[in-house]
C-alpha cells in the first residue's frame, strides 16, 4: 500500500549502484528509490545499459550476475531525420523495476564524449529513450524525477512536443528535477553553435522554444540545469 499517494514515480538517472557508478548520483539512486518500494510506492528507474566503462565491469558481466533481462522490444526516435533505435533490457529487485537501454555508440560509456555533439547525442538518448519506454510499457506516472543535467531534456520533451504533451501516459504527471551536483562543470554548459552546426537543431524542439535551453545569463550558450 502506498502510504505515501506518491502513485506511480518514474526515476531518470545515468547513474545507479551497482550498475554504473561515478559518484554520489548511483547512491541515492540506489537507495532512495528501493527505499520509497518498501513503503508501498510503485517505483521505476530509467537508464542506460553501459556497454563499456572505465567507471564499470563489462556489459555482459553485469547481464549475468543480475539476471537482467531483454523486454523483447526496442524503442526508437528521431535525431534530425535520423531514427535511433535501442534495445531495452528489465530487471526487478528491491521492490524496483529498473529499465536499461541499450546502443553500440549512445550507451557505450558513462559520460564523456569528445565534441559537443556527441554529448549531446547522448543525452537525447537517454531523455527520448526514457519518454519511448513510458509509453511503450504503459506508465503513468505520477512523479517524473530527473536526476542532473543529462536528464534534463526530458522536461521540454513532453511539455512542449504535443504527441508527448497530449499523450494520456502523461498527462497526471508532475515533472521534478534532482540537482545532486550544482557546480558550473556539472551544468552542461554549451555553445549553441560547433563547425557550423546549429546543435538546437538536435533536439526536435520549435525554434520558439529554445528559452528551455538558454543558458539563464549568457544567451548565447545552452544551459542544459536550466531546461
Same mark, same amino acid.
Request: aromatic share 14%; glycine share 8%; net charge negative.
Given at each position: !500500500?502506498?502510504? $505515501?499517494?506518491?502513485?506511480?514515480?518514474? $526515476?531518470?538517472?545515468?547513474?545507479?549502484?551497482?550498475?554504473? *557508478?561515478?559518484?554520489?548520483?548511483?547512491?541515492?539512486? @540506489?537507495?532512495?528509490?528501493?527505499?520509497?518500494? *518498501?513503503?508501498?510506492? @510503485?517505483?521505476?528507474? #530509467?537508464?542506460p545499459l553501459y556497454s563499456s566503462d572505465p567507471y564499470l565491469r563489462d556489459q555482459k558481466d553485469m547481464v549475468e550476475k543480475y539476471g537482467i533481462? +531483454?523486454?523483447?522490444? @526496442?524503442? !526508437?526516435?528521431?535525431?534530425?531525420? *535520423?531514427?535511433?533505435?535501442?534495445?531495452?533490457?528489465r530487471l526487478k529487485q528491491d521492490g524496483v523495476t529498473v529499465y536499461f537501454l541499450t546502443h553500440p555508440e549512445y550507451a557505450n560509456?558513462? +559520460?564523456?564524449?569528445?565534441?559537443?555533439?556527441?554529448?549531446?547525442?547522448?543525452? #537525447?538518448?537517454?531523455? !527520448?529513450?526514457?519518454?519511448?519506454?513510458? !509509453?511503450?510499457?504503459?506508465?503513468?506516472?505520477?512523479? #517524473?524525477?530527473? @536526476?542532473?543535467?543529462?536528464?534534463?531534456?526530458?522536461?521540454?520533451?513532453?511539455?512542449?512536443?504535443?504527441?508527448? %504533451?497530449?499523450?494520456?501516459?502523461?498527462?497526471?504527471?508532475?515533472?521534478?528535477?534532482?540537482?545532486?551536483?550544482?557546480?558550473?562543470?556539472?551544468?552542461?554548459?554549451?555553445?549553441?553553435?560547433?563547425?557550423?552546426?546549429?546543435?538546437?537543431?538536435?533536439?526536435?524542439?520549435?525554434?520558439?522554444? #529554445? +528559452?528551455?535551453? %538558454?543558458?539563464?545569463?549568457?544567451?548565447? *550558450?545552452?544551459?542544459?540545469?536550466?531546461?
Amino acid at each position: !500500500r502506498d502510504i $505515501f499517494g506518491a502513485g506511480e514515480t518514474v $526515476f531518470i538517472t545515468t547513474e545507479m549502484e551497482p550498475f554504473a *557508478r561515478k559518484g554520489g548520483l548511483a547512491d541515492v539512486m @540506489n537507495e532512495l528509490p528501493s527505499a520509497l518500494a *518498501r513503503l508501498g510506492v @510503485n517505483v521505476t528507474v #530509467i537508464m542506460p545499459l553501459y556497454s563499456s566503462d572505465p567507471y564499470l565491469r563489462d556489459q555482459k558481466d553485469m547481464v549475468e550476475k543480475y539476471g537482467i533481462e +531483454y523486454t523483447g522490444r @526496442n524503442i !526508437r526516435y528521431f535525431v534530425k531525420g *535520423r531514427m535511433v533505435e535501442a534495445g531495452v533490457h528489465r530487471l526487478k529487485q528491491d521492490g524496483v523495476t529498473v529499465y536499461f537501454l541499450t546502443h553500440p555508440e549512445y550507451a557505450n560509456y558513462l +559520460y564523456g564524449g569528445v565534441t559537443t555533439k556527441e554529448k549531446l547525442l547522448k543525452d #537525447i538518448f537517454l531523455c !527520448r529513450g526514457a519518454i519511448e519506454v513510458m !509509453r511503450a510499457f504503459n506508465m503513468h506516472p505520477t512523479n #517524473i524525477i530527473l @536526476n542532473d543535467s543529462h536528464a534534463a531534456l526530458v522536461a521540454p520533451f513532453i511539455k512542449t512536443e504535443p504527441f508527448y %504533451r497530449d499523450s494520456p501516459n502523461f498527462s497526471n504527471a508532475k515533472i521534478n528535477y534532482a540537482i545532486h551536483n550544482l557546480g558550473f562543470s556539472y551544468q552542461e554548459v554549451y555553445e549553441f553553435w560547433e563547425n557550423g552546426e546549429d546543435l538546437f537543431g538536435l533536439f526536435n524542439l520549435n525554434p520558439e522554444h #529554445i +528559452y528551455w535551453l %538558454r543558458h539563464p545569463w549568457d544567451e548565447s *550558450r545552452m544551459n542544459l540545469t536550466a531546461a
